[in-house]
């Protein structure tokens, strides 16, 4: 997106929503008083959430909620990402499927036929899929829901024709800054802070709660940027020194992110142990 010129018209906006619960078009209205400055640097032409008055694309910059659940959806996205010159995705549903993938480990017609009393009037995919698995994706912005403090920074550097770059390290950064007493190792709980991504401020671990990886998995620096978490090691100390069974262990994996790489072929490793 090249760099906004107030002389110039506006950028579109445009927002739409897949399968998901909404949280992360609820966190762009809770901008409050930024989201006033959003409407003057953008159009907003699409955003149901906000506004029933709606404008038909194209759209410099796309933000997309929710996960991939019915061949309508499919469908639907390859139309929106040609009418987007920029599209990010947000939140867990829209970059790792979401919790709704859970459904891809098991038998979704057998959810419908305990569910709905007509599970032949319910048409969905079998499985649960990221806008990445679909379209190509400029850019993710990750978490459930997305932190409002990210999302005006990505806004704010597209709009200035700058490549946004978010933290990639774990949530035990967060922790040390913040400086918690670290709940895995003084407390003894299951806590997936070390491989997930920062971003959440350490909501849980300064609640002393253990992290369950809303945010998604960190990248990992044993080997250098870029690459995935060690989630082998924390997997073992749950096993080994945290005396979690099996299914436990799964378990922690297998979440809001479970469908991201990963945490999926950690899960899946365990899968085999139960």
Not at 142 to 164: E, F, H, N, S, Y
Not at 175 to 204: E, F, H, Q
Request: net charge neutral; hydrophobic share 35%; glycine share 10%.
């Amino acid at each position: 997106m090249s760099k906004h010129d107030p002389e110039k018209t506006r950028p579109k906006l445009g927002v739409l929503k897949f399968a998901s619960c909404d949280g992360c078009q609820l966190s762009i209205l809770n901008l409050e008083d930024d989201l006033l400055a959003l409407g003057r640097a953008l159009d907003i032409a699409y955003f149901p959430e906000a506004s029933s008055s709606v404008n038909p694309g194209p759209y410099d910059l796309v933000l997309v909620e929710g996960s991939i659940t019915t061949a309508e959806d499919a469908h639907r996205i390859r139309s929106v990402r040609e009418q987007a010159k920029v599209l990010v995705t947000i939140g867990a549903c829209a970059t790792a499927g979401g919790i709704q993938a859970l459904r891809n480990w098991d038998d979704i017609e057998a959810f419908k036929r305990a569910v709905y009393p007509r599970p032949d009037y319910i048409q969905s995919l079998s499985t649960s899929t990221p806008i990445s698995e679909h379209i190509h994706v400029d850019f993710e912005l990750w978490g459930c829901p997305i932190d409002k403090g990210q999302l005006l920074r990505v806004l704010t550097d597209l709009l200035a024709g700058v490549q946004p770059r978010l933290p990639a390290d774990s949530v035990c950064l967060e922790c040390k800054r913040r400086g918690n007493v670290c709940v895995l190792v003084a407390k003894g709980m299951p806590c997936l802070g070390p491989v997930t991504r920062a971003g959440c401020g350490a909501i849980c671990p300064s609640m002393g709660r253990d992290c369950y990886g809303c945010f998604g998995p960190s990248e990992g620096a044993r080997k250098g940027p870029g690459l995935p978490p060690n989630t082998t090691s924390l997997a073992q100390h749950f096993y080994g020194e945290l005396q979690l069974i099996p299914v436990e262990v799964l378990r922690r994996f297998r979440g809001i992110n479970g469908y991201a790489a990963p945490f999926k072929e950690e899960s899946e490793s365990w899968d085999k142990k139960t």
